[in-house]
Structures are given as C-alpha cells and as structure tokens.
C-alpha cells in the first residue's frame, strides 16, 4: 500500500508518516507547500528519501495511491480530506479532523457517499503506549468497571514557534474543539461511551493579551448513561519543566484505579509514559515506555481489509461533534472588559 502527505502545517505529520511507514506503507511522496517552513525542514531531516511531488493534483488523482496523510492548518483539514476520499482514498488526520459543525456534516456525507475511511489521530491515547498498557488492563478487569476519567492536557505555549494561524481560532479551531478533543476521545475509549453528552464547558483566557482571541485555557464535564468525565486543557506548561506538558489521566474504576504520566514523571523516574495502578490486590508501577502501540498497524488493516479495527468511523464523528459543541456553548472566564467586547 502507498500514501501521500497533503498539508504539511503542523509538525504532527511527522508522527503520521512515521507511524504509516512503520505500518509497512510506501510514501509515494509529499506536497511540500506549507505555512511553516520549519515543518517541512523538519520533515525532509527526519524522512530525507521521500520525495517531494511537483504536482499536487497528481497525488490526488494517482489511483496507485491508498491513503492520504493530512497536518494541515486545521481549517483546511477537512476540504482535503474530502477531496481525497472523493478521489478513492482513505484519510489520516492530525487532530482536529474539523474545527466546524458544517465541515463535520460534509465529512460525514463523504464518508458515507465513497465508503472511505476518515481516521483522526487523537494522538494522546493513539500513539502513546501507556494508553496502550491501560487498554489491556481495562479489558482484563484489573480495576473493574470504568466509571469516570479525568484528562488533563496541558501544553507548552512556544511562542517562538507558533505559526500566525495558531493564533486565530477561525483557523485553529479553539481550544476545546483542538485540545480537548484528546480527553473527550480518551473518555469514550475507556468508559464504553457511545454516545455522551457535554454537561457544561468553559473557556478562558488569563494571558497572551497580545492575542486577543487566543483560548488559553478550556474545561468539560461529560456524561453517559453510565460513567462521567472531567478534562482540563491549557497553554501553561512552565518553561521550567523539561516536556512540553505533564500530560495526565486518572481512570477510575469499581475495584482500583489507573493513573497514566505520560510525557514525565515530576522529580521521579526518568523518561516517559509511567503508569501507576491501584486496586485490591496492591500498587503496581509499569514502565510502558517499550509497549509497541498498534494504531498505524490496525489502519493498515482496516485500508486493506475494509474494517474498523483501528477505531470506529462513528467513534471518530462523535468525538468530533462533542468537541465542537462544547466550544459552542462554552462559558467564558478570565476575559478582560476589552478582550470580551
């Protein structure tokens, strides 16, 4: 099987191009245009035996090509996820897969009109390997049955780096609709949720003035008809902590419960992904930090096989809708008279 890389604006295509030539896929190469010249010098120093594509109409109409593999300015995301399912292929993209209710709807019709495959890579669970490592202990019932999680995803702001779209939520999406769209996934995952409901959502804004529609902090609470969920998201990680943030989430069950550390264990054991479980029988900590994540293998399948092993295409549109309507009917908080006007 072959992809291409269309939309190379976030340095996340690089965990997509690593991930689908690690899932034995052939890049028949990549559009080079892009909003931030720092990604794509990124990508030719991690991948320098891709090639670049002159042609960009090309790619898309090459019907020896399988999957298309999308970071773009997340605006964008779902024009050329729909143009490409249009042309027989199936899709991967950065999250978020859209940043508008009406993009979702013509997503949605797409996918049911051509049969493709549109997956998001929420990559907080997806290409993680603790997540991996909780998984496994859900299913075998180390700490019964999942009742509630609480998502904490905060993130390093990187100024410096930031191209100007990520300032605009018309471009970026806000940040529940982008970030918390992690938690909101990893909660449906864990608990069974088919289908939840936002109980209430909230977003701020307590600095970056120079950025007067910037979002630099969100909250959820979610429901189902069996388990609740709390997520926190934010822009700021201290320059002092040596991740970009302290990624967390506590999964509690009816007999114990599974807290994952995933990018840093503060003033404790070095590296990443640090699990720590409690139930009955004990403590436990696992280092995951080895445990080979299967997203990109269970992809591959699902382009050659026509499944849904990797996730469920309704799974993905419900995440999508969720985060988009708690960025809809979030309350504000921490806005100055000014920056709310």
Aim: negative net charge; hydrophobic residues 40%.
């Amino acid at each position: 099987m072959r992809f291409a890389a269309i939309g190379l604006d976030h340095r996340h295509i690089y965990h997509l191009v690593g991930g689908l030539l690690d899932a034995g896929l052939t890049c028949a190469g990549y559009w080079p245009q892009t909003s931030d010249p720092r990604v794509l010098a990124g990508l030719r120093e991690r991948f320098p035996d891709l090639v670049a594509a002159e042609d960009r109409d090309a790619l898309m109409r090459d019907r020896s090509i399988d999957v298309i593999c999308c970071a773009a300015i997340p605006r964008d995301r779902a024009a050329i996820a729909i143009e490409a399912m249009r042309s027989g292929k199936d899709v991967m993209v950065d999250k978020p897969g859209v940043i508008t209710a009406d993009a979702l709807e013509q997503v949605e019709r797409a996918v049911a009109e051509t049969g493709r495959i549109f997956s998001v890579s929420f990559s907080e669970r997806l290409i993680t390997p603790c997540s991996e490592v909780a998984a496994k202990l859900i299913a075998d019932g180390a700490i019964g049955r999942v009742i509630q999680t609480v998502g904490l995803g905060p993130h390093r702001f990187n100024r410096a780096i930031r191209p100007s779209w990520f300032f605009d939520p018309a471009q970026a999406g806000g940040i529940l609709a982008d970030i918390a769209s992690h938690q909101i996934e990893q909660f449906m995952f864990y608990t069974g949720s088919k289908n939840p409901a936002i109980v209430a959502s909230t977003v701020g804004k307590f600095g970056t003035e120079d950025f007067p529609d910037f979002q630099d902090f969100g909250e959820i609470l979610l429901r189902s008809d069996h388990a609740s969920g709390y997520v926190r998201v934010d822009w700021f990680t201290p320059d002092g902590l040596p991740s970009w943030g302290d990624g967390r989430l506590t999964i509690l069950g009816t007999d114990g419960y599974i807290e994952l550390r995933k990018n840093l264990d503060i003033e404790g054991r070095a590296g990443t992904d640090h699990l720590f479980m409690a139930n009955h029988s004990g403590t436990r900590y696992i280092d995951c930090s080895k445990e080979k994540v299967g997203y990109f293998d269970r992809f591959a399948a699902d382009v050659r096989d026509r499944s849904e092993t990797a996730m469920a295409q309704s799974h993905v549109f419900t995440v999508c809708r969720l985060a988009l309507e708690a960025q809809a009917r979030a309350g504000k908080v921490g806005w100055t008279s000014q920056s709310r006007a």
